[in-house]
C-alpha cells in the first residue's frame, strides 16, 4: 500500500511525524480519509475519532478543531486538541462531561449555551474513543 508523510501536530506540540498508510478525520463536512497519492485537499476539522493507520495498525484518538492539508506526498493535521486512546483519562473526561452538562442547564445566554454544547462533544467523543 502507498504512504505518505504525515504529521500531526497541536499547539503542544507534535503528536506524529511519520509515514503512514491511511489517516482519517471527522471535518466540519464529515468524515475524511486520505490514502496514498491523494489530491491536494484542506479542510476545517470538527470534533471526532482520527485514525491513523501506520504498517497495518490503526491508532485511534479524539480530536477537535484545526485543519488537515494534504499536498503531494504530505499530510498535515494541525489539531487544536489531540489525544490517542490509550492517553485518555476516563475519569477525567467524565468529570468534563457532567460538568458540561451542568453548564447547558445553567447557561444564561445562547453564547454559554454554545460553548457548553461544545464541551460536552469533546467529553463525549473523548469518553467513545476511550472505551473502544
Same mark, same amino acid.
Given at each position: 500500500? %502507498? ?5 500531526? +501536530? @497541536?499547539?503542544?506540540? *507534535? ?8 489517516? %482519517? +478525520? #471527522? ?6 480519509? +486520505?490514502? *496514498? /497519492?491523494?489530491?491536494?485537499? +484542506? ?6 475519532? !482520527?485514525? =491513523? =493507520?501506520?504498517?497495518?495498525? @490503526?491508532?485511534?484518538? !479524539?480530536? %477537535? ?5 494534504? @499536498?503531494?506526498?504530505? =499530510?498535515?493535521?494541525?489539531?487544536? @486538541? ?11 473526561? $467524565?468529570? !468534563? $462531561? ?7 442547564? /445553567?447557561? $444564561? ?9 461544545? #464541551?460536552? %462533544?469533546? !467529553?463525549?467523543?473523548?469518553? /467513545?474513543?476511550?472505551?473502544?
Amino acid at each position: 500500500m %502507498s504512504t505518505f508523510h504525515l504529521q500531526i +501536530v @497541536t499547539p503542544d506540540g *507534535g503528536f506524529f511525524d511519520g509515514e503512514a498508510e491511511r489517516v %482519517s +478525520v #471527522r471535518t466540519i463536512d464529515g468524515e475524511a480519509a +486520505v490514502l *496514498g /497519492n491523494h489530491i491536494p485537499y +484542506v479542510t476545517a476539522l470538527g470534533t471526532g475519532e !482520527a485514525r =491513523v =493507520v501506520v504498517d497495518g495498525q @490503526t491508532r485511534r484518538a !479524539a480530536a %477537535s478543531g484545526g485543519m488537515l492539508a494534504v @499536498t503531494p506526498g504530505h =499530510v498535515r493535521v494541525v489539531a487544536s @486538541t489531540f489525544e490517542w486512546a490509550e492517553d485518555i483519562d476516563v475519569e477525567r473526561a $467524565k468529570r !468534563a $462531561k457532567e460538568d458540561a452538562e451542568q453548564r447547558i442547564q /445553567n447557561a $444564561k445566554d445562547p453564547h454559554e449555551l454554545q460553548l457548553a454544547k461544545a #464541551r460536552l %462533544s469533546r !467529553a463525549q467523543v473523548r469518553l /467513545n474513543v476511550a472505551k473502544r
